[in-house]
């Protein structure tokens, strides 16, 4: 087997004038379970339609095991889950099993399948009938038939519910466990932190954070510091100690630090300041400070 399951190179598209994904560069080696973390637009979606061959690239090129993503799909290799809306099929989830099945190769036994999306006892149930977390579950199946080695799914758990959320990240632990690679987009640092090996943090279409989740989990458990500019100069801001970005907000600055202690106290010893506030990052924080230290100046 190959050691790359995804390779991404210099992937670029733009909607106008908007950069959805911009020069992203992005290998997932086989059998690792990447999460893709990032705000609403970071360019997820985009990043992983691409990937999968369903929507062109401006520039840059994808490829699965080192394939093109469309021939990867169709030998059975690559399973995927993507945002849609309800089934309007009155075949039940066990048919829509079987039809996904029969596309494949080697597919999953049925049984198995049923069990490992949490739909064993819901097999006879119209897809017209199915709750939203259930419809979501049997898109996971879906998924899943192919017995595929790289899955990917973009924001598998909107719309389960606790139990449907644990169970659903049990059976991607089990199909992980097995040597295959999952690749899956959040907006919940808790799910990329409990599930992943890796952590990579998009926003507006690049790469801003990639490692271990602990790594990302210590940038968005930081602080920021934030005060008025007031005239003051903006040089040397980023190499206060513990801090990570900097931010501008109109005439505040905002830095984003591991050790607020330290960068309060450099900070005092450069002058004065202005309305200092110090606050707990939280993750969207922590995803804007990211987002403008590629800008900072
Ligand atoms: N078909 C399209 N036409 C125009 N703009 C688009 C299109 N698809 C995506 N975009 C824009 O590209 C950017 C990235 O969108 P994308 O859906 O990839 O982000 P995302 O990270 O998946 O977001 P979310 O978490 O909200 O699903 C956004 O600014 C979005 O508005």
Same mark, same amino acid.
């Given at each position: ?190 799910? /990329? @932190? %409990?599930?992943?090996?890796? =952590?990579?943090? $998009? &926003?507006? +279409? !690049?790469? #801003? /954070? @990639? %490692?271990?989740?602990?790594? =990302?989990?210590? $940038? &968005?458990? +930081? !602080?920021? #510091? /934030? ?71």
């Amino acid at each position: 087997m190959e050691n790359t399951a995804v390779r991404l190179i210099g992937l670029t598209r733009r909607f106008g004038t908007v950069r959805a994904v911009d020069n992203l560069d992005l290998t997932i080696a086989a059998g690792s379970t990447v999460a893709l973390l990032g705000p609403n637009g970071a360019g997820k979606t985009t990043t992983i339609s691409i990937m999968l061959g369903l929507s062109p690239a401006d520039a840059g090129a994808a490829t699965l095991f080192d394939r093109a993503p469309a021939e990867a799909v169709r030998a059975g290799r690559v399973g995927a889950m993507l945002q849609g809306t309800g089934f309007v099929s009155s075949a039940t989830v066990r048919e829509l099993v079987e039809l996904a099945r029969a596309l494949y190769p080697r597919p999953l036994a049925t049984d198995r399948i049923l069990a490992l999306a949490g739909l064993t006892d819901r097999a006879g149930r119209r897809l017209d009938r199915l709750s939203a977390g259930e419809a979501q579950r049997a898109r996971f199946a879906f998924a899943l038939a192919g017995g595929p080695e790289l899955l990917v799914l973009d924001e598998p758990t909107t719309a389960m519910d606790v139990a449907a959320r644990q169970a659903f990240w049990g059976a991607i632990r089990e199909y992980a466990g097995a040597g295959n690679t999952v690749l899956f987009s959040t907006h919940h640092l808790d799910e /990329a @932190d %409990g599930y992943a090996d890796r =952590v990579v943090v $998009l &926003a507006a +279409g !690049r790469v #801003v /954070a @990639d %490692g271990p989740p602990a790594q =990302v989990r210590m $940038l &968005a458990g +930081g !602080r920021t #510091v /934030a005060f008025d500019l007031a005239g003051r100069p903006t040089d040397g801001l980023r190499s206060l100690p513990g801090v990570q970005s900097v931010e501008f907000r109109g005439d505040r600055v905002v830095l984003l630090t591991d050790d607020a202690d330290a960068t309060v106290t450099a900070l005092a010893a450069t002058g004065g300041f202005r309305n200092l506030e110090v606050n707990a990052a939280n993750l969207e924080a922590a995803f804007l400070a990211l987002t403008a230290s590629g800008t900072e100046h």
